[in-house]
C-alpha cells in the first residue's frame, strides 16, 4: 500500500490489553454473530495505527495519555481463539486485527501530553478505533519518540512515572543528579517535598506532579502567596514528569516548572 492511499488510525485499549498483546486490536466481549465491531471493518492491511492507553491509579490522579507503540496492520479483522499468551487474561474467542512493530519498538509505555493536543477533533467517543491525519500520526510518533528515555535514564523506577508515588520514587533514586543536597522532609499532603539544593542557602518546597497542570487540579492555588507557601514562607516550584502547561496558567503560582524528563534527558539539575 502506498502512502497516499494508506489510512491512519488511533486505537484505545486499556494498558494490561496492550502489554499482553502488543501487535493486536482485538475486542473479546463482541460476539461473532454481530459481525465486525464498530471500527474494525475500515482497517486495511498497510494501514497504520498508534496503540493508546491512559490510566490512573489513584482517585486524584487525572487519566495519563500513553503510547505504547506504533504498528502497520499485515492481518485484516478475523474472529478466532485469543492467542495463547494472552489466555491469562482472556480465555474464549475475540475479534483481532493483527499488526507489525513499525521502527523500534517503545521499551515502556511513553507519557505523552494530552491526545487531544494533537488532534483537530476531540478522540474516540464510545470507539475503540479512531480515524486520524498521517500528519496527526507523525506528530504524535515523533513526539514520542523525542520524549522517550532509556530505562537506566530513569532512576529508582526504569519507566515513565504514572503517578505521583512513582515521580517521587524517581525523584528520590536521583536526587544528587538532580542538585538535591538534602531531602528535608516528604510528605503526602501539599507541599511534598522540602529540599535543600546544592548552591542555595534558603531551603525550598517541591510540588510533585505527573503533569504540571494538576498542581490547579489539585486545588493547590490558595496556599500559595507570592510563589511562597503560605504556612513557612519557603519558596515553591513545581517538579512534573511532564510540562502541559502550555497556556502558563501554573507558572504565576510558583517560582518555577521544572519538567523533570527534561532534567534527565540533558543530565542537568534543578537551577533555582
Given at each position: 500500500?502506498?502512502?497516499?492511499?494508506?489510512?491512519?488510525?488511533?486505537?484505545?485499549?486499556?494498558?494490561?490489553?496492550?502489554?499482553?498483546?502488543p501487535?493486536?486490536?482485538?475486542?473479546?466481549?463482541?460476539?461473532?454473530?454481530?459481525?465486525?465491531?464498530?471500527?474494525?471493518?475500515?482497517?486495511?492491511?498497510?494501514?497504520?495505527?498508534?496503540?493508546?492507553?491512559?490510566?490512573?491509579?489513584?482517585?486524584?490522579?487525572?487519566?495519563?495519555?500513553?503510547?505504547?507503540?506504533?504498528?502497520?496492520?499485515?492481518?485484516?479483522?478475523w474472529?478466532?481463539?485469543?492467542?495463547?499468551?494472552?489466555?491469562?487474561?482472556?480465555?474464549?474467542?475475540?475479534?483481532?486485527?493483527?499488526g507489525?512493530?513499525?521502527?523500534?519498538?517503545?521499551?515502556?509505555?511513553?507519557?505523552?501530553?494530552?491526545?487531544?493536543?494533537?488532534?483537530?477533533?476531540?478522540?474516540?467517543?464510545?470507539?475503540?478505533?479512531?480515524?486520524?491525519?498521517?500528519?496527526?500520526?507523525?506528530?504524535?510518533?515523533?513526539?514520542?519518540?523525542?520524549?522517550?528515555?532509556?530505562?537506566?535514564?530513569?532512576?529508582?523506577?526504569?519507566?515513565?512515572?504514572?503517578?505521583?508515588?512513582?515521580?517521587?520514587?524517581?525523584?528520590?533514586?536521583?536526587?544528587?543528579?538532580?542538585?538535591?543536597?538534602?531531602?528535608?522532609?516528604?510528605?503526602?499532603?501539599?507541599?511534598?517535598?522540602?529540599?535543600?539544593?546544592?548552591?542555595?542557602?534558603?531551603?525550598?518546597?517541591?510540588?510533585?506532579?505527573?503533569?504540571?497542570?494538576?498542581?490547579?487540579?489539585?486545588?493547590?492555588?490558595?496556599?500559595?502567596?507570592?510563589?511562597?507557601?503560605?504556612?513557612?514562607?519557603?519558596?515553591?516550584?513545581?517538579?512534573?514528569?511532564?510540562d502541559?502547561?502550555?497556556?502558563?496558567?501554573?507558572?504565576?503560582?510558583?517560582?518555577?516548572?521544572f519538567?523533570?524528563?527534561?532534567?534527565l534527558?540533558?543530565?542537568?539539575?534543578?537551577?533555582?
Amino acid at each position: 500500500m502506498s502512502s497516499d492511499t494508506r489510512n491512519y488510525y488511533i486505537v484505545k485499549h486499556h494498558l494490561e490489553a496492550f502489554e499482553t498483546l502488543p501487535n493486536f486490536v482485538w475486542r473479546t466481549e463482541w460476539p461473532e454473530s454481530y459481525g465486525l465491531p464498530r471500527g474494525f471493518r475500515m482497517v486495511e492491511e498497510g494501514d497504520r495505527w498508534i496503540s493508546y492507553a491512559y490510566t490512573t491509579s489513584y482517585n486524584q490522579e487525572r487519566p495519563l495519555s500513553l503510547v505504547t507503540g506504533f504498528y502497520e496492520c499485515v492481518e485484516e479483522a478475523w474472529y478466532g481463539d485469543v492467542p495463547r499468551r494472552a489466555r491469562d487474561l482472556y480465555v474464549g474467542s475475540a475479534w483481532m486485527i493483527k499488526g507489525r512493530t513499525l521502527g523500534t519498538p517503545l521499551s515502556d509505555p511513553v507519557v505523552i501530553k494530552p491526545i487531544s493536543r494533537f488532534l483537530r477533533k476531540p478522540p474516540f467517543t464510545q470507539t475503540t478505533i479512531s480515524r486520524i491525519s498521517r500528519r496527526e500520526f507523525e506528530a504524535i510518533r515523533s513526539y514520542t519518540k523525542r520524549h522517550q528515555l532509556a530505562r537506566q535514564d530513569i532512576p529508582g523506577l526504569g519507566r515513565d512515572p504514572r503517578n505521583e508515588q512513582e515521580v517521587l520514587t524517581v525523584v528520590a533514586a536521583g536526587q544528587k543528579k538532580l542538585g538535591i543536597e538534602r531531602i528535608v522532609r516528604a510528605q503526602t499532603r501539599f507541599p511534598d517535598m522540602l529540599v535543600k539544593l546544592k548552591g542555595k542557602a534558603e531551603e525550598v518546597h517541591l510540588e510533585l506532579e505527573v503533569r504540571s497542570t494538576s498542581f490547579l487540579f489539585h486545588g493547590h492555588k490558595p496556599r500559595v502567596r507570592g510563589h511562597r507557601f503560605k504556612e513557612d514562607k519557603k519558596p515553591v516550584a513545581v517538579l512534573c514528569w511532564i510540562d502541559d502547561d502550555e497556556n502558563g496558567t501554573v507558572k504565576p503560582y510558583v517560582h518555577r516548572v521544572f519538567e523533570l524528563r527534561d532534567l534527565l534527558r540533558k543530565g542537568t539539575r534543578i537551577r533555582w
